[in-house]
Nanobody, 124 residues
Framework: VQLVESGGGLVQAGGSLRLSCAAS????????IGWFRQAPGKEREVVSC???????YYTDSVKGRFTISRDNAKNTVYLQMNSLKLEDTAVYYC???????????????????WGQGTQVTVSS
């Protein structure tokens, strides 16, 4: 089982990045894929998820700026991040939860598999 994030980097405030999460080794269609982030000194928080049933969820701080999408043919989930803010700086992780919900109730501890993370740094 493998989840590999890519697309992180350094960007100025107001800029954009697209993160990718490529999955292998499990039945991708059965899994809800979530994006989480963790900033230094802070707890890991859910950013967005794309459910196995095609529901989506965004935490309030990213609504209207981030868009999650999913390509089951490529076993990949994307997170398009626009209008980036300094407070979006964090390590971003994707994770997979078999048949899990995708809503405001999402909890990191439910997720079975995790990627290694990709750093997103927003500068002023």
């Amino acid at each position: 089982v493998q989840l590999v994030e890519s697309g992180g980097g350094l960007v100025q405030a107001g800029g954009s990045l697209r993160l990718s999460c490529a999955a292998s080794g499990f039945t991708f269609d059965d899994y809800t894929i979530g994006w989480f982030r963790q900033a230094p000194g802070k707890e890991r928080e859910v950013v967005s998820c794309f459910g196995h049933g095609f529901s989506t969820y965004y935490t309030d701080s990213v609504k209207g700026r981030f868009t999650i999408s999913r390509d089951n043919a490529k076993n990949t989930v994307y997170l398009q991040m626009n209008s980036l803010k300094l407070e979006d700086t964090a390590v971003y992780y994707c994770a997979a939860d078999r048949l899990g919900p995708c809503s405001s109730t999402v909890r990191a501890r439910w997720y079975d598999y995790w990627g290694q993370g990709t750093q997103v740094t927003v500068s002023s």
